[in-house]
């Protein structure tokens, strides 16, 4: 054949290529891209989409009562000999309940380093949110459905927190965090860590089952 037979063959099989290669563009974007802001293209996006299917299929079980938080102080949930029990001083108020960061914060006097228990009024925050932690376990606390988990900037074995579901979208943060290396020789663990912080937090739900009545 002639140079000017072959040559429409050239440009013929090019353009098929081209084609073939845009339309694998295509299906790979469509399987894999995400429409979120930031970041690498649908990294971002699968994640917090992996967060959310895992916070629906872990659901809180129903709360024995509605303990509302609305304008409730943390530094009043622990009164009388419950801050005697948990050998603690006074709180120390952190926020405000008008701006719905209200906190506050008990530390043991004698212990050093000291023993620290911090409650927290999530008025605009529901429990089963912690869920999308992959760490988060649901337990009870008083009765009430509770996610525990911890902040990732500490050290496991020594704090837990406590989200408390104790109203319509409205949940009770209380946390323990130790120091690291107990006066008393006893080493810290993460079990003891959330019993500690279980322990603070009975004593809180029995003190917001009076505000509430």
Not at 24 to 41: D, F, Q
Not at 151 to 173: M, W
Request: proline content about 9%; some cysteine; charged content about 15%.
């Amino acid at each position: 054949m002639s140079d000017e037979a072959d040559q429409p063959l050239v440009p013929v099989w090019g353009w098929r290529m081209w084609l073939a290669l845009i339309f694998g563009l295509l299906l790979r974007c469509t399987a894999g891209c995400g429409s979120g802001t930031g970041g690498a293209p649908g990294s971002a996006p699968r994640s917090s989409s992996a967060a959310n299917s895992a916070a629906r299929a872990r659901v809180l079980p129903p709360r024995p009562a509605n303990l509302p938080l609305t304008g409730v102080e943390p530094c009043a949930l622990l009164v009388g000999p419950q801050v005697s029990q948990l050998g603690v001083g006074a709180g120390t108020p952190y926020g405000s309940t008008e701006e719905g960061d209200a906190e506050c914060v008990w530390s043991t006097a004698s212990a050093d380093p000291a023993d620290t228990w911090i409650a927290r009024t999530l008025v605009s925050e529901s429990a089963a949110t912690a869920l999308s932690d992959p760490h988060a376990q649901t337990v009870q606390v008083a009765g009430f459905p509770a996610v525990q988990t911890s902040d990732p900037t500490a050290d496991p074995n020594h704090a837990c927190e406590l989200y408390i579901d104790v109203a319509d979208g409205q949940s009770l943060l209380v946390a323990y965090v130790g120091g690291p290396n107990p006066s008393n020789g006893v080493p810290s663990t993460r079990p003891l860590a959330c019993r500690k912080a279980a322990q603070a937090a009975e004593l809180m739900i029995q003190t917001l089952k009076t505000l509430s009545h």
